[in-house]
Structure formats: structure tokens, C-alpha cells
């Protein structure tokens, strides 16, 4: 079972570059989310999806696309960078559901780098 | 102020001690999870809980929900414990959405 996969694991970019992070989830979550984390802050949501078709925006979706096409992957899109989303970035999965009894799995994380 | 507060920020610590780390938070919640993450990078889910306590190994997690308040204890700490710990808690009203605290590094000394 490999879990959440992200790609890639780092990347540099120039300043108006765009780029897709990738995120698979071999788990059959319906609940997936991307995070940025950046020091001295928790980690803070960018945009979630609740099950294939459907996203919706998180606390610091500026800059950022996603879609869900299918149940197992949810690519973030950045449109032009910037360097204030130089981060590191992790996508989640979980069971959906309103209630307390449903793990987070989290991926590796990319290291992205804004010059 | 956050809706998640972690206490301390930092802890040092010798090995073998016990070690307690605090979360507050402001917000009704349905659930409240403990994480793990590594030097490395990756992060792990240690616990979930709504009620009571929880214990896995040599990591203890309990919550008082009437006083919104949860600690991550760990008995007899190693220094293969050293890592930042990230509570976050999924509010009553958000569906699956978590609210994280800033996170709590560890270090654990031979």
C-alpha cells in the first residue's frame, strides 16, 4: 500500500512560472486537502476536496488551483509564482465524514523554492 | 490567538524523562489529533480522540473536552522522540477540515 504519494519532492521555480504538485492516494479516501506549512506557522489549508468533482477553497487559496477528477488524485496547480509561496507543501486523505474517528494520512511533503 | 495553542514551543529534555506536552483550543470540536512530525519532513498520525484517553506504546493522549484542553505524554523519552509534535483539532461545524497549533519541537538528549 503505498499511502499518499506527492511528487515532486523538491523543486525551484523562477518567479511567473507555473507548475502542478502532484498528490495520488491509493486508499480510496474520499476527503483529500492540501497544506502549506511555513515557519513559525501550523500548517494552514489551501483547498480541499470532498470526493471527485467536487473542491472548495481553504484559508489561503490565492495563487492556487485544484480539481478532482478522479478519487485518487488531486493536483495543486500554481498559476504564476510567487515568492511568497516558497514552502513546503503536503497533501492529506482521510474517510470522509462529521464525525471523530477518521485519520489523517499525510505524503511526504514538496520542498518548493520561489527565486 | 489561534484557535489552537501548543505549550511549550520548544522542550528539551534528557532521556528517560516524562514528558508532557499542552493544547488548548477555543472551538467546539468533534475530534482532536496528535501528530508526529519527523526531522525528515513526513508527518504521522499518533492519535485521534474526542474523549478520555488513548495510549499507544510509551505515547499517552488525553482530552478534557469541557475544558478544551488536550497533553501528549511520553514515558521513559529516547532520543529517537525527537521531532515536532502537532496537535489539531476538527472543529464541530467544518466537516473534515483541521485547524493545526504552531507545533511543539522536541529534542531528546542522550
Known amino acids: 500500500n503505498a499511502g499518499v504519494t506527492q511528487t515532486p519532492k523538491f523543486q525551484v521555480l523562477k518567479t511567473g512560472q507555473s507548475m502542478t504538485l502532484q498528490c495520488a492516494q491509493d486508499?480510496?479516501?474520499?476527503?483529500m486537502s492540501w497544506y502549506r506549512q511555513d515557519p513559525g506557522m501550523g500548517l494552514r489549508l489551501i483547498h480541499y476536496?470532498?470526493?471527485?468533482?467536487?473542491?472548495d477553497q481553504g484559508e489561503v487559496p490565492n495563487g492556487y488551483n485544484v480539481s478532482r477528477s478522479t478519487t485518487e488524485d488531486f493536483p495543486l496547480r500554481l498559476l504564476s509564482a510567487a515568492p511568497s509561496q516558497t514552502s513546503v507543501y503536503f497533501c492529506?486523505?482521510?474517510?470522509?465524514?462529521?464525525?471523530?474517528?477518521?485519520?489523517?494520512?499525510f505524503g511526504d511533503g514538496t520542498r518548493l523554492s520561489i527565486l | 490567538k489561534n484557535e489552537v495553542e501548543q505549550s511549550p514551543q520548544n522542550l528539551t529534555a534528557q532521556e528517560g524523562e516524562f514528558i508532557t506536552i499542552n493544547c488548548s483550543y477555543s472551538?467546539?470540536?468533534?475530534?482532536l489529533h496528535w501528530l508526529q512530525q519527523h526531522p525528515g519532513g513526513g508527518i504521522v498520525s499518533l492519535f485521534m480522540?474526542?474523549?478520555g484517553k488513548k495510549k499507544h506504546g510509551r505515547l499517552i493522549a488525553t482530552i478534557n473536552i469541557q475544558e478544551k484542553h488536550s497533553s501528549l505524554h511520553i514515558t521513559a523519552s529516547h532520543p529517537r522522540d525527537s521531532a515536532v509534535y502537532i496537535c489539531?483539532?476538527?472543529?464541530?461545524?467544518?466537516?473534515?477540515?483541521?485547524?493545526f497549533g504552531e507545533g511543539t519541537q522536541l529534542t531528546v538528549n542522550p
Open positions: 489539531a483539532v476538527k472543529a464541530e461545524t467544518s466537516g473534515s477540515r483541521l485547524t
Open positions: 480522540l474526542s474523549s
Open positions: 472551538v467546539g470540536i468533534s475530534a
Open positions: 476536496s470532498v470526493g471527485a468533482g467536487i473542491t
Open positions: 486508499m480510496n479516501h474520499e476527503y
Open positions: 492529506a486523505s482521510s474517510y470522509r465524514g462529521g464525525g471523530a474517528d477518521q485519520p489523517q494520512h
